[in-house]
């Protein structure tokens, strides 16, 4: 399956739990995980089953609540707040199964925000924020902002701006969710092309279709990861 | 850096945006601005007429004349009325006649009685002239100069006036009009309380001064005065009116007049004056000391006003507290550090208070200065509070937009993204 690749993320006996008052909820239960540089992974399992949980985990937006995680082979317990900002930056794009666009600000406003933070000049950040719009095929969209698009047209707003920084790390929670099988299969397509150059994936979906690209599925069951081959 | 301009060009993009979409929660809160604003301006504008006609009383009255009362007017007619000064004793006619025969760097000396106001009735035939404002005064022929009034027709008191004890009298223009509307006063009769006096003067008009009437006024001899008006035991406290020979010599002519008035008391070396004595420049001290606690109490109600404006800010700043919170869980989710957070909503906070500010700034003066001109008086710009209102509206909008910035900046992102 892999051979000698780098680690880059190492996840051991991982839990997230939800105490809420009488029920506790185990989200994540006792999760151990090595995602390996230029993987394509594939996360599959019915709603509710901690899929998000785990991606928000690997993506640095949350803490567990027991277990370790090693980022590049760093502790992300013992980092600073600006150190997670910028990994949260510059080495992972997120695609939110909710979007988490700005609703002030337009298409184009929205994908520069990563950029924002990275010490980029105004104009290059422009540029490079119309150049991700380009790929997902919203160049003519991009003075609108959020209510004035569509769900598929948002989605894509949401995979452009996790595109625009070129991070290596690509996690997406359900991507395709919102869009028709021509959009869907051009965003895959696109997907497949940052594997091919170095990239790596890990995506959140309910489709065979769009898992059967992957080099790798995943399966999970009440927090724990019942198939991973 | 790159990274703090970013913020800038984000950040006025976020705020003019935030405007055009809560226009009715904007028009609001600058309307909070606007009234503490126009308030202030408002009351600004009082206190500058006040002021003028506090200018007024000052020109109106001379530098080389003092005073010598039982106490100290202004601080009696503002009821800081202690028992000390009620028991002096009254001046009275002999001590003003030997202090007049004594006294050498005292060109001109007037014992003055002033009822003011005063409850006598002045009539003619059945017409009678009543008036809150009303006053009575007693004295010799300087008591015109010395408050500037001019005679439009006749003549003024003279010593034979005082000698005689004649009921002579002069009127004011304001008690002209009401009882002799057509003819010319001068030589006809005037009933002070039904006593009988020949009028002898008519002095011109001059308005008010600080909102007493300077035209509603009888006067007549000192000398018949105290026949008619002062009593069975004749104790009628006078007040004594000096003029020295100029202004250098003033003070002079004040240490004489209180050695003079102490030896005609007998009063011991090391005991107090009991009397009052005072030039002109300490009675307006004085009165300067009033209008400080005016303005003590104007900047109170400024204040209040001001926080008016300020929970306007903090309104505006408070109620999208929710949105901020998501948005900064995105931010950070993005990238965005604790201290690019910190800095991004500070100066969100500041340009949105300080254009709120200016708004209502520039409406209040508006609108203050309209008031203004209809109450006919000068514009005015009180800087000072200009001032005091921007730094206001400020920091309210940096204690309460980032309140809710420090407390998002430390949730993680999924906490903060989730919240609402
Ligand atoms: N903030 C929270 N508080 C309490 N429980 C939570 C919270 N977030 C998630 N959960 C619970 O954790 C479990 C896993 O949620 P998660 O969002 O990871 O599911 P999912 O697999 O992504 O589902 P879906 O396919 O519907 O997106 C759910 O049972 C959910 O109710
Ligand atoms: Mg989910």
């Known amino acids: 399956m892999t051979k000698s690749k780098k680690e880059i993320i190492g996840i051991r006996s991982v839990s997230k739990i939800y105490n809420l008052g009488d029920t506790v909820v185990k989200a994540l239960d006792n999760v151990s995980l090595s995602i390996f540089e230029n993987d394509f992974i594939s996360i599959m399992g019915p709603s509710g089953s901690g899929k998000s949980t785990l991606m928000n985990i690997i993506g640095c937006l949350d803490v567990p609540t027991n277990g370790s995680y090693k980022f590049n082979n760093e502790k992300i317990s013992e980092m600073k707040d600006s150190q997670l900002a910028d990994i949260r930056n510059q080495k992972i794009g997120f695609v939110f199964q909710t979007f988490n666009l700005l609703p002030k600000l337009n298409a184009l406003q929205n994908v520069e925000v990563p950029l924002v933070y990275s010490n980029l000049k105004r104009l290059k950040r422009t540029e490079k924020a119309k150049e991700a719009l380009n790929i997902v095929g919203l160049s003519d969209r991009i003075n609108h902002k959020p209510n004035e698009l569509s769900g598929g047209q948002r989605q894509r707003v949401a995979i452009a701006r996790a595109l625009v920084n070129k991070p290596s790390i690509i996690l997406a929670d359900e991507p395709t969710g919102n869009l028709d099988s021509k959009s869907g299969t051009d965003i895959l397509n696109f997907f497949d092309d940052l594997h091919k150059a170095g990239n790596t994936l890990i995506i959140v979906t309910h489709e065979q279709s769009v898992a059967k690209r992957a080099k790798r599925r995943i399966e999970i069951f009440d927090g724990k990861i019942t198939l991973d081959e | ?420």
């Open chain 2, 1 to 420: 850096m790159n990274r703090i301009i970013n913020y800038l060009i984000d950040v006025v993009r976020g705020v003019l945006f935030y405007f055009s979409q809560t226009k009715l929660r904007t028009a609001l809160t600058l309307l909070g601005i606007t009234v503490g604003v126009s308030s202030i301006i408002a009351i600004m504008t009082v206190l500058a007429t006040f002021e003028k006609s506090t200018d007024q009383v000052v020109a109106d009255v001379r530098t080389n004349v003092f005073y010598i009362t039982r106490e100290n007017p202004i601080e009696v007619s503002f009821g800081n009325n202690n028992k000390w000064a009620r028991n002096k004793p009254k001046i009275t006619w002999s001590e003003y006649e030997q202090l007049k025969r004594s006294l050498k760097l005292t060109k001109n000396m007037s014992a003055v009685v002033s009822e003011e106001p005063s409850d006598r009735t002045f009539s003619v035939g059945k017409k009678e002239f009543k008036s809150r404002l009303q006053s009575f005064w007693a004295a010799d022929g300087d008591m015109l100069s010395l408050y500037k009034y001019d005679i439009v027709d006749g003549r003024n008191i003279q010593n034979i006036d005082i000698q005689n004890r004649s009921r002579v009298a002069i009127i004011g223009s304001a008690i002209k009009k009401e009882l002799f509307p057509f003819v010319n006063p001068v030589g006809k009769e005037i009933k002070i309380d039904n006593i009988p006096f020949e009028i002898i003067a008519l002095t011109d008009e001059k308005g008010e001064i600080a909102g007493q009437s300077m035209d509603s006024m009888v006067g007549i001899p000192i000398s018949t005065y105290l026949k008619y008006f002062g009593g069975k035991w004749n104790r009628t406290d006078l007040q004594l009116v000096l003029e020295s020979d100029s202004v250098e010599n003033i003070d002079n002519a004040t240490d004489e007049a209180i050695g003079v008035f102490r030896a005609i008391r007998k009063i011991p070396p090391g005991q107090p004056n009991n009397f009052y004595i005072a030039t002109n420049d300490q009675l307006m001290d004085t009165f300067g000391e009033f209008t400080s606690y005016l303005k003590t109490f104007i900047g109170l109600i400024t204040g209040i006003s001001l926080l008016v404006a300020g929970i306007g800010i903090a309104n505006i700043m408070l109620v999208s507290l929710n949105e901020r919170i998501k948005e900064i869980g995105i931010r950070k989710a993005l990238g965005a550090r604790r201290s690019d957070i910190f800095m991004q909503f500070l100066i969100e906070a500041i340009l949105i208070s300080i254009l709120g500010g200016l708004v209502g700034i520039v409406l209040g003066l508006s609108f203050g200065n309209i008031v203004a001109l209809f109450l006919e008086q000068d514009p005015v710009i009180p800087f000072e509070w200009v001032f005091y209102s921007l730094q206001i509206c400020a920091s309210m909008g940096i204690i309460f937009g980032l309140y809710p910035a420090i407390r998002a900046s430390r949730l993680n992102p999924i906490d903060s993204m989730r919240y609402d």
